[in-house]
Structure formats: C-alpha cells, structure tokens
C-alpha cells in the first residue's frame, strides 16, 4: 500500500484549510454542469505557486496519466467522491449536497493526520 503521508509548507496551511471550509460553500449556476453546484471559492496557492505545475507540487508523486496528484490523493485518502477540486475552486452537485459535505468533512479529519505541515 502507498504511503499517502506528505510534507507540506506551513505557508500553505491557512488556504487549504480555507479551500475546503464548508461554511464558505454557496449555491452557483454551473455552465459547466449545466446544474446548480456548491461551490468553496479560493485559489489553491499551491498551484499558483507552482506555477501550475503539478510535478513539482508535493501531491505530484500521487498522479496518474493525465490526473493531478491532489485530485488522485484524495482519492486514495477516502475513496469515490462526489466533489470536485479545482485550482479556483472546490464543488459539487446541489444533489449530492449531503454526500459531499460528509466526505469533505471525511476527507478533512483523514488529511489532518496524513499532512505534516514544514
């Protein structure tokens, strides 16, 4: 089994924890999935310190083909998900609102102990 565990700059723990606050969530019109979606609004300042570059991310030894490594952690973290990360954003489905928001929750408890903030 892969070990998820991974280093993180300290710099980066207060806009993680923000890109995935669901107090933060709001109802949206999605183009995109011609769907109401909730939406955490928040660039990932780890992409944009990367430059977008996710080889040289510290999630970039989890991806797989043309998968970021951030999106296939946490799938490795807490399996099938009914959320979706992006560099600006994190959302889901106004009909999964439930699900989502008990994985996030998931996901943030797990990733507490796996981050380990440098």
């Given at each position: 089994?892969m070990d998820l565990?991974?280093?993180i700059?300290?710099?980066?723990?207060?806009s993680?924890?923000?890109?995935?606050?669901?107090?933060?969530a709001?109802?949206?019109d999605?183009?995109?999935?011609?769907?109401?979606?909730?939406?955490i609004?928040?660039?990932?300042?780890?992409c944009?310190?990367?430059d977008?570059?996710c080889?040289?991310?510290?999630f970039g030894?989890?991806?797989?083909?043309?998968i970021?490594?951030?999106?296939?952690?946490?799938?490795?973290?807490?399996g099938?998900?009914?959320?979706y990360?992006f560099?600006?954003?994190?959302l889901?489905?106004?009909?999964?609102?439930?699900k989502?928001?008990?994985?996030?929750?998931k996901?943030?408890?797990?990733?507490?102990?796996?981050?380990?903030?440098?």
């Amino acid at each position: 089994m892969m070990d998820l565990r991974i280093k993180i700059p300290k710099k980066f723990k207060k806009s993680l924890r923000q890109k995935f606050d669901l107090r933060r969530a709001a109802l949206r019109d999605s183009s995109y999935f011609l769907s109401k979606v909730y939406a955490i609004k928040g660039e990932c300042e780890i992409c944009n310190y990367y430059d977008g570059d996710c080889e040289k991310c510290p999630f970039g030894k989890f991806a797989e083909r043309d998968i970021e490594g951030c999106t296939k952690w946490i799938e490795k973290v807490i399996g099938k998900h009914h959320f979706y990360i992006f560099p600006n954003d994190v959302l889901w489905l106004k009909r999964n609102n439930k699900k989502a928001r008990k994985e996030i929750k998931k996901f943030k408890k797990k990733a507490e102990k796996l981050i380990q903030w440098v």
